[in-house]
């Protein structure tokens, strides 16, 4: 099991930047698992953003989002990084860390979806001001 937590999120001007961190506990094993990035608005479905490989390799990105974020990866520090550029005001959400057992749920492309994985973070705020 692993508990996952997210910083970083705060209030920034439209076309600004921001980094989300996501620090999962120790005791994980992270060579091999699938993690994402997801958002959601109030009253609306958890968008999934990003996918990506623990242990490195390809990375998945919404269109929503491509070309503007990227993911990065510290496993010294148990660490998993989403650099956010050229914000947009409909980037505002709460954004959520997520990880799974194992990487089926990057392999088979449902790293979208929020019931592919299992263990959450409480959410950090983005907000973004035009």
């Known amino acids: 099991q692993v508990q996952l937590r997210e910083s970083g999120g705060g209030t920034v001007q439209a076309g600004g930047s921001l980094r989300l961190s996501c620090v999962a506990s120790?005791?994980?094993?992270?060579?091999?698992?699938?993690m994402a990035w997801f958002r959601q608005v109030p009253g609306r479905q958890r968008e999934g953003i990003v996918g990506?490989?623990?242990?490195?390799?390809?990375?998945f990105y919404a269109g929503s989002v491509k070309g503007r974020f990227t993911i990065s990866r510290d496993t010294a520090k148990n660490t998993f990084y989403l650099q956010m550029n050229n914000l947009k005001p409909e980037d505002t959400a709460m954004y959520y860390c997520a990880a799974a057992d194992g990487l089926g749920a990057c392999l088979d492309g449902r790293w979208s979806e929020s019931r592919a994985f299992t263990y959450w973070g409480q959410g950090t705020q983005v907000t973004v001001s035009s």
């Open positions: 990506f490989y623990t242990g490195g390799g390809a990375n």
């Open positions: 120790s005791g994980w094993t992270y060579a091999s698992n699938c």
